[in-house]
C-alpha cells in the first residue's frame, strides 16, 4: 500500500488554486461551476476518514485532498498513522518531515504522527532511525526487522526513551540464502538492545503491549523472494490515478533514480560463506543466523520499571525456553526473586519449549493476574496428545486450578518465614542490650563496651578462620587417602579458596547460634485462603495435530473435568485453611479468658500451658481486577486482603469456591453457557520442525483451517496485536 506522507509530493498538485491567475472583474471564465459534490464540510469528510482503516487513512486523506481540493479533510489525517511500506520510501519520507518542520514549525507533520510501521524488510536502517527521530511524540511502533537490520541500528533505536509509547511490536526475520559467519564471527546479537531498552527506558503507565516475534527458519529454498526490488511510486503518480479529469493532463512526477536491485528480501549477508566459482560445493542446509543469545535479557526486561505496567506480552521466539526465563531469578540479580511483568494478563508463547510437567505450573503460580495464555506449537504434551490426550487434558484442567492452591501455601510459608525472622531480630537486639548492660553495671564505660565489642568480634573472626583452616585439612586428607593413580598433568596443590565450604561452616555456626538464642512467644499467627483460578482462556493449538475432531472434543470434557476436580481439592484445602483459623481464634479467646479469670486455688494450672498466638489473622488473594501494591519483600502480607472474623457468618468467604464450583458444573449441563476456561485447541500460527519421540521430523504446519471456540484468546489475540490493535 503507498504512504502518501512518505513520498515527495508535487507544489503543482497541491497549490494548483494559489498558482493560478485570478480572473479580472466583470469578466466572462470559461470554468464550469463546482459541482456540488465537490463542496462538502471537512466535517464529513473527517467522518468518513475515522471509518477508514489506520493503514488506509493516510492514503485516503491525500486522495480526498485532490478530488476536494477547497475544503479538503484534516491535514493531520495525513501523518496520524505513518506506514513505510517499501525501502525507497524511507529517503522521501524523511525529506517531507524537513521540508514540512520548516514551513509549519511546531505543528508539522512529524509531531502529529502517532503510529509508524516499517512494513518494508529491507531499507536503509539509519535512514529509518533518522526518520523516528523526527517523530517525537509515537504511541504505537511496528518494525520489521530484516537482515540489513543490524543490533546496532535497533541500539540506537531505544537510546533515548519515549514517554508516550503504549504498543512496541517487533518482528525479525533474520534468514539468508547463502551462509553467513558474520554475524556469529562479530558476536552480533539483539540482546544488546533489549537490554539497552531496559536500562534507559523509565516506568511508562501507558506501556502495555509488547511484542518480540522471530519468524520460523526457512524449509526450503523458495521461501526466499527472488523478484528484483521496484522503485517506490511518488504521490504524483499516485494522485494521478485518483484524478477525475484525463490522465494524460496530470503532472509529470519528477525524475527519481531507480534504487539498485536487491536479489532476494534477505540478500546475503556482509560476506558470503563461498564464492560464486564454489557454486557446486556450497551446502544446502546450514545454520541460519539466530536473533538472542542469551535470551535471559528478557528476563532482565522484565524485571525492569519499564515493564511494570505491561499487560500483554507476546513473545515467539522458536524452539527456545522462554517459559524458564520468565519465572527465574534474572541474571544479575542477588536478594529475593524478583517479580517480573507484575501487571500482566495476556501471554503468547507460541513456537516456544513448554512443557506440562515441567514449568507450567510454576508459570501459572507466578502470575497471579494471568487471563488468557496462548501455547500453539509449543509441544506441551510431548509427542503423546496421539495416545494420551485425554488424560492429559485432564491433567492440564486440574494443574491451572492447582496453581492457586501452590499459590496460596507458598505466601503462608513466606509470611511465616517472615514473622520468624522477625522474632530472631527482636531476640538479637535484646540478647545486646543487655550484654552492654551487664558491661555498663559491671564498673565499665561506653568506652569500655566499644573496646569489648572490638574485642569480641576479633575473636569471632580469629574463630572462623580457625575453623577455616580446620576444614581445609580435613578436604585435604580425605582427598589424599582417596587420590589414587595421578598423571604428572595434575598439580600436586592448589591456590584455589573454599569459600563455599567456609561459607557452610559460617552458617551453620549462625544456625547454632540462633538455636540458642531465646526468642520471644509468637504472637502472631496468619492463615492464607488459596485464590481462585483467574485463567479464562487457555489455547494448545497443534497438540492435537492429526487426530480428529471428535476426539478434540473429548479432549475439552477432560480438561473442564479436571477443571472441576481441581476445585473441589481448592474448596478442601480452603476448608482446612478454616478449620486451623477457628481453632486458632479458640485458643486464644481460652487463654483470654483464663487470663482474666482470678484464680480460686492457688497453684491451680491454667487451661493452656503454653501462651497461644493471640493475634490470629486470615487473609485471602484480591481479585485478578482489583489494583493491588507492588510486592514487598520486607512484608509478604502487602497485596493481601484480611478477612474479617464474622460471628454470625463465621465461613461465609467459603461461598465463592462454592460458586466456582456451580459455574462449572453449569456448563456441563448446558453447553449454550460460556465455560470459566475455553479451551482451544486450532492453532493461529506455524510452527518450527521439530524431533519426535522416535527422532522422526515432525513438521509444525497444517490444522490452521478449523473453527476457533467461541471468545478464545486466538480471538482475542487477533483484536490486540497489529493494525486491529490500533485505535484512533
Known amino acids: 500500500m503507498s504512504v502518501i506522507a512518505a513520498v515527495e509530493p508535487s507544489h503543482s498538485t497541491l497549490d494548483t488554486d494559489s498558482t493560478a491567475p485570478a480572473p479580472a472583474p466583470g469578466t466572462a471564465t470559461d470554468e464550469p461551476p463546482v459541482p456540488l459534490l465537490l463542496r462538502l464540510p471537512p466535517e464529513l469528510l473527517d467522518l468518513v476518514l475515522s471509518h477508514v482503516a489506520p493503514d488506509a487513512r493516510s492514503y485516503t486523506a491525500a486522495s480526498l485532498s485532490r478530488v476536494f481540493p477547497d475544503a479538503p479533510p484534516a491535514y493531520v489525517h495525513r501523518w496520524r498513522h505513518v506506514v513505510v511500506g517499501k525501502p525507497a520510501q524511507l529517503l522521501p519520507l524523511y525529506r517531507r518531515i524537513q521540508r514540512d518542520e520548516q514551513e509549519r514549525g511546531d505543528v508539522g507533520g512529524g509531531r502529529l504522527a502517532r503510529t509508524f510501521a516499517q512494513q518494508a524488510w529491507r531499507g536503509d536502517a539509519d535512514m529509518l532511525n533518522n526518520v523516528l527521530r523526527c517523530l517525537p511524540a509515537l504511541d504505537a511502533l511496528l518494525l520489521n526487522c530484516g537482515t540489513n537490520f543490524a543490533p546496532e541500528h535497533l ?94 493532463n496530470a503532472p509529470k512526477p519528477p525524475e527519481v533514480s531507480d534504487p539498485p536491485a536487491i536479489k532476494g528480501y534477505s540478500g546475503q549477508g556482509p560476506f558470503s560463506f563461498m564464492s560464486d566459482k564454489l557454486a557446486e560445493g556450497r551446502p544446502k542446509n546450514f545454520a541460519q543466523p539466530i536473533v538472542f543469545f542469551d535470551i535471559r535479557c528478557l528476563g532482565a526486561f522484565g524485571a525492569a520499571p519499564v515493564a511494570r505496567h505491561i499487560t500483554h506480552l507476546r513473545l515467539r521466539v522458536p524452539s527456545r525456553e522462554i517459559a524458564h526465563v520468565l519465572i527465574s531469578n534474572p541474571i544479575g540479580t542477588d536478594g529475593p526473586p524478583a517479580e517480573l511483568f507484575p501487571a500482566l494478563r495476556y ?55 492447582a496453581a492457586g492452591l501452590a499459590r496460596g501455601k507458598e505466601r503462608e510459608r513466606q509470611i511465616a518465614a517472615w514473622e ?142 479436571g477443571w472441576r476436580d481441581g476445585l473441589a481439592k481448592l474448596l478442601g484445602w480452603a476448608a482446612h485453611v478454616a478449620d486451623k483459623y477457628e481453632r486458632a481464634l479458640k485458643r486464644a ?74 459455574d462449572a458444573e453449569l456448563w456441563t449441563v448446558d453447553r449454550a453457557n460460556r465455560p470459566p476456561c475455553v479451551l482451544c485447541v486450532v492453532p493461529d500460527c506455524e510452527g518450527p520442525l521439530r524431533r519426535g519421540a522416535e527422532g522422526e521430523k515432525v513438521d509444525g504446519r497444517g490444522g490452521m483451517d478449523g473453527v476457533h471456540n467461541a471468545g478464545c484468546g486466538h480471538l482475542l489475540g487477533r483484536g490486540e496485536w497489529g493494525w486491529e490493535g490500533i485505535k484512533g
Open 347 to 401: 501471554l503468547d508463547l507460541s513456537t516456544t519449549n513448554v512443557r506440562l510437567d515441567a514449568v507450567l505450573a510454576t508459570l501459572l503460580r507466578t502470575y497471579a493476574r494471568l487471563e488468557h495464555l496462548i501455547l500453539d506449537r509449543v509441544n506441551l504434551f510431548g509427542f503423546k496428545a496421539r495416545d494420551s490426550g485425554p488424560s492429559l487434558c485432564r491433567e492440564l484442567g486440574g494443574a491451572v486450578v
Open 589 to 662: 479467646d481460652e487463654w483470654r479468658a483464663e487470663a482474666g479469670r482470678p484464680s480460686a486455688t492457688k497453684g491451680k494450672a491454667p487451661v493452656t500451658k503454653t501462651k497461644p498466638p493471640t493475634d490470629v489473622r486470615l487473609f485471602a488473594f484480591p481479585p485478578a481486577d482489583a489494583d493491588r501494591p507492588a510486592r514487598d519483600p520486607a512484608d509478604p502480607t502487602v497485596g493481601l486482603v484480611e478477612v474479617a472474623h464474622d460471628p454470625e457468618r463465621p465461613r461465609a468467604y467459603l461461598a465463592e469456591y462454592r460458586d466456582a464450583i456451580a
Open 155 to 248: 541500539q540506537e533505536m531505544f537510546d533515548e526513551p519515549r514517554p508516550g509509547m503504549r504498543r512496541m511490536e517487533v518482528r525479525f526475520r533474520p534468514y539468508v540464502e547463502k551462509a553467513s559467519y558474520y554475524q556469529f564471527l562479530k558476536g552480533s546479537y539483539f540482546d544488546t538492545a533489549i537490554r539497552q531498552l531496559s536500562r534507559n527506558w523509565p516506568e511508562m503507565p501507558n506501556f502495555s503491549h509488547f511484542s518480540i516475534v522471530q519468524d520460523l527458519p526457512p524449509r526450503n529454498a523458495s521461501y526466499f523472494d527472488s523478484a528484483p526490488a521496484k522503485a517506490a511510486p511518488s504521490l504524483s503518480t499516485s494522485l494521478a490515478e485518483l484524478s477525475l479529469s484525463d490522465p494524460s
Open 420 to 561: 520468624l525472622a522477625e522474632r530472631t531480630r527482636l531476640a538479637r537486639a535484646e540478647a545486646e542490650r543487655r550484654r552492654l548492660q551487664a558491661l555498663v553495671e559491671g564498673d565499665g564505660s561506653e568506652d569500655d563496651a566499644d573496646v569489648d565489642e572490638a574485642e569480641l568480634a576479633r575473636r569471632e573472626q580469629e574463630r572462623h578462620d580457625e575453623e577455616r583452616r580446620a576444614e581445609m585439612e580435613r578436604n585435604i586428607a580425605l582427598a589424599r587417602s582417596r587420590r589414587g593413580h595421578r598423571s604428572a598433568a595434575h598439580s600436586t596443590f592448589s591456590l584455589r579458596d573454599r569459600p563455599l565450604r567456609a561459607r557452610g561452616a559460617a552458617s551453620a555456626a549462625a544456625a547454632q547460634a540462633q538455636a540458642n538464642l531465646p526468642l520471644p512467644d509468637q504472637d502472631t499467627i496468619c492463615f492464607v485462603l488459596p485464590p481462585l483460578p483467574t485463567l479464562k482462556t487457555l489455547c494448545i493449538g497443534g497438540e492435537a495435530q492429526a487426530v480428529a475432531a471428535a476426539r478434540t472434543r473429548d479432549w475439552e470434557e477432560n480438561f473442564h473435568a
